[in-house]
């Protein structure tokens, strides 16, 4: 049976802990009571007004002059929120089906989707196909038209293969006759000399072409392309003929990999303002794989992203928690054998952990990727404090104490060190304020008041609670003082390690040594797609080996049009790091003024041309063969007076004619005439409805009026061009520049060209080296003030350094240790560097503070090592069970921590103590 001891043995009734105390023992209902409805207060109004931001700008927001830019950029053009829907499969035209399956759903969903892209009508600049020609393009175009007119009107009135053939065999014999009718006029002495080549001469080429597509037209597979564009652009110089699809897909790897875009309607009250917009678009793709089968479709973009990272950050966080919580109340059961105190302890951590959410609402407002880790950080540190004070209360309960002189000895001696640790935890995270980053700024002043409220929690509410349990009995009376005999092992290696103190100092100075040259190695990743979820990353790289390009692009922006087509030009001369330069300045001819009065003639040559006849109802394939085989003698017959007049170009013209028809001819005679009838009647139903499209095609508009960029579409126009008319220019980088030495490359280019150049690419360089230096900043900072605090703590010099020296060994040893294993610092675990400070250094206070107290370096002789061993062993739950976290940031962070807290513990626990007993063998008064 436990002895029953008084509340009050009158050991210990003055001063400011027994005062506190007694407080605590008459008020404990008002005190637990208040610490309740401030808790449920703090839970309801979190519930009803705390949300998550899921933008990365937001989050990364800074003064700077580059941010500033960003944030000019977004407001104007409105980039970077659009839902990527990848279509991909061998079958081009089921992609292509997909894509416009997916943009019919996606525009039935007002509420969600404001503006969606499957494919762009290029409908808008078929008016102005013309303007796209150069002036040179456009002189040759027009004095081709004009030869060609007659003949053009002849094929359109009677339309087919062979009234073609016969018509050009017509002109060419009357041009023979003529020639012939002239030679024998001027007798022997004029001599028969052959001018200069008909108009029609010109055509011979085309004749050809067609002659080449017909032979080809009666083999097995064959598929009709238009032969004009080719053609043309023999005859119009260097630039080709624009070819003017009715449709443009953002596609890749010719067509096997499309994209479909679509810009969400954000719910900015919620607390995740994508849900919505992600719940909807994942049921277009179930309706359309339902309606389009066989064709796989995945969801990228950067809202899909965000919204990955807050359900994955949200539920690893969750999960964290919970699984810190049962890590806890495991170590608690085995360390004290029962879970009366330990309990009272997680009730009083769950409120502090109400508060610090309510707080979080009224300071904050928001979480964020970051900040929602500190919910299994709080676990893992506000319990600590929560370790010392059951643990110290518990041995003075041992030693005899009645509760109310235990619970005042503990508040004396362990409750000044947990308010120490606990102001140099706070420091450590508020000194993180120093990155100017606002998501960790935000996550900076959420964690410090978490220690803070922890700190008042587990010195006011818990001592509460446990002299309330004993006034109860809902606790045991006296804990058993057997259970401080079980750590015998632990002690018994200590007493080894003092007995022999200068050894073991030894062995730390050279584990120190050994790790400095990898710790001058330290590595930081600047490659933030390293800090993503496997399934971003896995998108992310499908995406890029599809388009063979970069995902990250910068952005520069132009006033107008002549200076947009400018800083292209300049951009691309950057030939080894910039890839090529997206923008709506191709869109838009150059020179249109220059240009209409040759559109205008173009248009006016083919104005009174007649429309198309009806073509016959088959080819007579003998008839045919007769006009080509009359056309082929006659230029047989020309060819040699070509050759010898000196006509290199015509004589090669003739002679690829003769033997193309001689081709043509042997092919009709093989198949025999039925078969061939067939092949050569859809041959010429393509090529005539072909030919009158491509003069309805460069009829254009009745007017010739240059093209604005009010006629640019408005899916181009909205993200392209600005409300003012500024020009947005989209520079792919050449090189990977996920790599930060790439990235460093292309953006020097870039910037020689565009100093204000802002995108992606600046905000990922420009706020991960920003961090890195903060961080540093921070670290240094926050190590300053943490040596301050405790020097005032103990008011002497060689206490102050004593308590820092396992901090900085173990800082030694996490970053040896981390170049021994290839463990990089990155933009987010970078923090922890900052982190450690404050936590690592709570262990120099507990160990110093209580070696003054004791002049004894057996820390496991008394409550403090159990209490150290167990502090930090959950500590290293908070922060390792972000480890379980899909999100390679949060366990960047969790591996760190978890790191740097074992390694600064072992300092603590074995070099430290050896230390002190050098001190204490040496008489030196600590």
Same mark, same amino acid.
């Given at each position: 049976m436990t002895e029953k001891? *008084?509340?009050?043995?009158g050991a210990i009734e003055t001063g400011w802990a027994g005062r506190l105390v007694r407080f605590y023992a008459r008020r404990w209902p008002l005190i637990i009571g208040v610490a309740l409805v401030t808790f449920v207060w703090a839970v309801a @109004?979190?519930?009803?007004?705390? &949300?998550?931001?899921?933008?990365?700008?937001?989050? +990364?927001? /800074? $003064?700077?002059?580059? $941010?500033?830019?960003? +944030?000019?950029? @977004?407001?104007?053009?409105?980039? =970077?929120?659009?839902? %990527? !829907? %990848?279509?991909?499969? *061998?079958?081009?035209?089921?992609? $292509?089906?997909?894509?416009? /399956?997916?943009?019919?759903?996606?525009?039935?969903?007002?509420k969600h989707f404001r503006i969606v892209y499957d494919r762009l009508d290029l409908t808008f600049a078929r008016s102005h196909l013309l303007f796209y020609l150069s002036v040179e393009q456009l002189k040759g175009l027009d004095k081709r038209l004009k030869e060609a007119r007659p003949l053009l009107a002849q094929v359109l009135r009677t339309p087919g293969l062979e009234p073609l053939f016969y018509r050009v065999n017509e002109?060419?014999?009357?041009?023979?006759? =003529?020639?012939?009718?002239?030679?024998?006029?001027?007798?022997i002495r004029g001599g028969v000399q052959l001018p200069e080549p008909p108009e029609i001469a010109s055509s011979i080429p085309i004749l050809t072409r067609l002659l080449q597509d017909m032979t080809s037209s009666m083999e097995a597979g064959y598929k009709y392309q238009s032969p004009w564009p080719e053609m043309l652009e023999a005859d119009l110089g260097d630039a080709p003929m624009p070819e003017v699809p009715t449709d443009f897909y953002i596609e890749f790897d010719q067509g096997r990999t499309v994209l479909v875009l679509v810009k969400p309607h954000l719910d900015v009250g919620a607390y995740?303002?994508?849900?919505?917009?992600?719940?909807?678009?994942?049921?277009?793709? @179930?309706?359309a794989r339902a309606e389009v089968p066989g064709v796989d479709v995945g969801i990228s973009g950067k809202p899909v992203m965000e919204n990955d990272e807050m359900v994955t950050g949200t539920e690893d966080s969750e999960y964290a928690t919970v699984l810190t919580v049962l890590g806890v109340i495991a170590l608690f059961g085995i360390t004290y054998q029962n879970l009366g105190r330990p309990f009272l302890a997680m009730i009083t951590l769950t409120i502090c952990m109400g508060w610090t959410l309510g707080f979080a609402t009224v300071a904050i407002g928001h979480l964020n990727v970051l900040s929602v880790t500190v919910m299994p950080m709080l676990v893992g540190l506000g319990i600590d404090f929560g370790i010392q004070v059951i643990t110290r209360y518990e041995e003075e309960r041992v030693e005899g104490y009645a509760p109310l002189d235990a619970m005042a000895l503990m508040l004396g001696g362990t409750g000044g060190s947990v308010l120490t640790a606990g102001i140099t935890t706070a420091v450590s995270f508020l000194a993180v304020w120093l990155t100017d980053m606002k998501g960790i700024q935000e996550l900076a002043i959420m964690a410090s008041a978490g220690i803070a409220l922890s700190v008042l929690a587990m010195l006011v509410v818990l001592p509460t609670l446990l002299l309330a349990a004993e006034q109860t009995t809902w606790v045991s009376k006296r804990p058993d003082g057997m259970r401080w005999s079980r750590l015998h092992l632990l002690a018994f290696l200590e007493d080894g390690m003092l007995s022999h103190p200068w050894g073991v100092v030894f062995i730390g100075l050279m584990f120190t040594a050994a790790c400095i040259p990898s710790a001058s190695r330290w590595r930081f990743d600047g490659n933030v797609l390293n800090l993503q979820t496997p399934e971003t990353v896995a998108m992310v790289q499908k995406l890029e080996s599809a388009s063979k390009r970069s995902l990250l692009f910068a952005e520069v922006i132009a006033n107008d049009l002549d200076e947009a087509r400018d800083l292209e030009k300049r951009l691309m001369e950057k030939k080894l790091t910039v890839l090529r330069v997206e923008s709506a300045v191709p869109v838009i001819p150059e020179h249109q003024e220059e240009k209409i009065p040759l559109v205008r003639s173009v248009q006016e040559t083919l104005k009174g041309l007649p429309p198309m006849g009806k073509l016959p109802a088959e080819v007579d394939v003998p008839s045919l063969g007769r006009a080509v085989t009359d056309l082929r003698d006659t230029f047989l017959l020309i060819w040699p007076r070509a050759r010898s007049a000196d006509m290199a170009e015509l004589a090669t013209?003739? &002679?690829?004619?003769?033997q193309t028809a001689d081709k043509f001819l042997e092919r009709v005679v093989r198949l025999g005439f039925p078969t061939a009838q067939g092949h050569l009647h859809q041959y010429e139903a393509d090529l005539f409805h072909d030919i009158d499209t491509l003069i309805t095609? !460069?009829?254009?508009?009745?007017?010739?009026? *240059?093209?604005?960029?009010?006629?640019?579409?408005?899916?181009? &126009?909205? /993200?392209?061009v600005g409300p003012s008319g500024r020009l947005l220019l989209h520079v792919f980088p050449k090189d990977d520049v996920w790599d930060n030495r790439a990235m460093k490359a292309f953006l020097n280019d870039v910037r020689s060209v565009y100093p204000k150049a802002t995108g992606a690419p600046v905000q990922i360089y420009e706020s991960t080296q920003l961090l890195r230096t903060r961080y540093q900043r921070a670290a240094q900072v926050a190590f300053i003030v943490i040596a301050l605090v405790v020097l005032l703590q103990f008011r002497a010099l060689l206490p102050t350094v004593l308590v820092l020296t396992p901090l900085l060994l173990g800082l030694i040893w996490m970053v040896g240790l981390q170049g021994m294993f290839g463990i990089a610092f990155n933009a987010v675990n970078f923090l922890a560097f900052s982190l450690i400070l404050g936590?690592?250094?709570?262990?120099?206070?507990?160990?110093?503070?209580?070696?003054? =107290?004791?002049?004894?370096?057996?820390?496991?002789?008394?409550?403090?090592?159990?209490?150290?061993?167990?502090?930090?062993?959950?500590?290293m739950m908070g922060f390792g069970s972000l480890m379980v976290s899909r999100h390679q940031g949060m366990y960047s962070v969790g591996l760190v921590m978890a790191l740097g807290i074992a390694v600064c513990m072992f300092a603590s626990l074995i070099?430290?103590?050896? +230390?002190?007993?050098? +001190? @204490?063998?040496?008489?030196?008064?600590?």
């Amino acid at each position: 049976m436990t002895e029953k001891i *008084p509340m009050v043995a009158g050991a210990i009734e003055t001063g400011w802990a027994g005062r506190l105390v007694r407080f605590y023992a008459r008020r404990w209902p008002l005190i637990i009571g208040v610490a309740l409805v401030t808790f449920v207060w703090a839970v309801a @109004k979190a519930d009803r007004g705390l &949300r998550f931001v899921t933008d990365r700008n937001d989050i +990364l927001a /800074t $003064h700077e002059e580059y $941010h500033r830019e960003f +944030l000019a950029y @977004k407001a104007e053009f409105g980039a =970077e929120d659009d839902i %990527v !829907l %990848v279509v991909s499969s *061998p079958d081009v035209e089921n992609n $292509h089906r997909m894509a416009v /399956t997916l943009g019919r759903i996606a525009r039935e969903d007002h509420k969600h989707f404001r503006i969606v892209y499957d494919r762009l009508d290029l409908t808008f600049a078929r008016s102005h196909l013309l303007f796209y020609l150069s002036v040179e393009q456009l002189k040759g175009l027009d004095k081709r038209l004009k030869e060609a007119r007659p003949l053009l009107a002849q094929v359109l009135r009677t339309p087919g293969l062979e009234p073609l053939f016969y018509r050009v065999n017509e002109i060419v014999q009357s041009f023979v006759e =003529e020639q012939i009718a002239r030679a024998l006029r001027g007798g022997i002495r004029g001599g028969v000399q052959l001018p200069e080549p008909p108009e029609i001469a010109s055509s011979i080429p085309i004749l050809t072409r067609l002659l080449q597509d017909m032979t080809s037209s009666m083999e097995a597979g064959y598929k009709y392309q238009s032969p004009w564009p080719e053609m043309l652009e023999a005859d119009l110089g260097d630039a080709p003929m624009p070819e003017v699809p009715t449709d443009f897909y953002i596609e890749f790897d010719q067509g096997r990999t499309v994209l479909v875009l679509v810009k969400p309607h954000l719910d900015v009250g919620a607390y995740n303002p994508t849900a919505a917009a992600m719940t909807a678009i994942q049921d277009v793709v @179930k309706r359309a794989r339902a309606e389009v089968p066989g064709v796989d479709v995945g969801i990228s973009g950067k809202p899909v992203m965000e919204n990955d990272e807050m359900v994955t950050g949200t539920e690893d966080s969750e999960y964290a928690t919970v699984l810190t919580v049962l890590g806890v109340i495991a170590l608690f059961g085995i360390t004290y054998q029962n879970l009366g105190r330990p309990f009272l302890a997680m009730i009083t951590l769950t409120i502090c952990m109400g508060w610090t959410l309510g707080f979080a609402t009224v300071a904050i407002g928001h979480l964020n990727v970051l900040s929602v880790t500190v919910m299994p950080m709080l676990v893992g540190l506000g319990i600590d404090f929560g370790i010392q004070v059951i643990t110290r209360y518990e041995e003075e309960r041992v030693e005899g104490y009645a509760p109310l002189d235990a619970m005042a000895l503990m508040l004396g001696g362990t409750g000044g060190s947990v308010l120490t640790a606990g102001i140099t935890t706070a420091v450590s995270f508020l000194a993180v304020w120093l990155t100017d980053m606002k998501g960790i700024q935000e996550l900076a002043i959420m964690a410090s008041a978490g220690i803070a409220l922890s700190v008042l929690a587990m010195l006011v509410v818990l001592p509460t609670l446990l002299l309330a349990a004993e006034q109860t009995t809902w606790v045991s009376k006296r804990p058993d003082g057997m259970r401080w005999s079980r750590l015998h092992l632990l002690a018994f290696l200590e007493d080894g390690m003092l007995s022999h103190p200068w050894g073991v100092v030894f062995i730390g100075l050279m584990f120190t040594a050994a790790c400095i040259p990898s710790a001058s190695r330290w590595r930081f990743d600047g490659n933030v797609l390293n800090l993503q979820t496997p399934e971003t990353v896995a998108m992310v790289q499908k995406l890029e080996s599809a388009s063979k390009r970069s995902l990250l692009f910068a952005e520069v922006i132009a006033n107008d049009l002549d200076e947009a087509r400018d800083l292209e030009k300049r951009l691309m001369e950057k030939k080894l790091t910039v890839l090529r330069v997206e923008s709506a300045v191709p869109v838009i001819p150059e020179h249109q003024e220059e240009k209409i009065p040759l559109v205008r003639s173009v248009q006016e040559t083919l104005k009174g041309l007649p429309p198309m006849g009806k073509l016959p109802a088959e080819v007579d394939v003998p008839s045919l063969g007769r006009a080509v085989t009359d056309l082929r003698d006659t230029f047989l017959l020309i060819w040699p007076r070509a050759r010898s007049a000196d006509m290199a170009e015509l004589a090669t013209w003739l &002679r690829d004619f003769v033997q193309t028809a001689d081709k043509f001819l042997e092919r009709v005679v093989r198949l025999g005439f039925p078969t061939a009838q067939g092949h050569l009647h859809q041959y010429e139903a393509d090529l005539f409805h072909d030919i009158d499209t491509l003069i309805t095609l !460069l009829r254009g508009s009745d007017q010739a009026t *240059p093209m604005g960029l009010a006629d640019i579409p408005e899916e181009v &126009r909205m /993200t392209m061009v600005g409300p003012s008319g500024r020009l947005l220019l989209h520079v792919f980088p050449k090189d990977d520049v996920w790599d930060n030495r790439a990235m460093k490359a292309f953006l020097n280019d870039v910037r020689s060209v565009y100093p204000k150049a802002t995108g992606a690419p600046v905000q990922i360089y420009e706020s991960t080296q920003l961090l890195r230096t903060r961080y540093q900043r921070a670290a240094q900072v926050a190590f300053i003030v943490i040596a301050l605090v405790v020097l005032l703590q103990f008011r002497a010099l060689l206490p102050t350094v004593l308590v820092l020296t396992p901090l900085l060994l173990g800082l030694i040893w996490m970053v040896g240790l981390q170049g021994m294993f290839g463990i990089a610092f990155n933009a987010v675990n970078f923090l922890a560097f900052s982190l450690i400070l404050g936590i690592g250094v709570a262990n120099g206070i507990y160990i110093v503070r209580r070696f003054q =107290e004791e002049n004894c370096a057996s820390i496991f002789s008394v409550s403090t090592g159990r209490a150290i061993l167990l502090s930090n062993l959950t500590a290293m739950m908070g922060f390792g069970s972000l480890m379980v976290s899909r999100h390679q940031g949060m366990y960047s962070v969790g591996l760190v921590m978890a790191l740097g807290i074992a390694v600064c513990m072992f300092a603590s626990l074995i070099f430290l103590p050896a +230390l002190l007993q050098i +001190l @204490k063998d040496q008489r030196i008064r600590v």
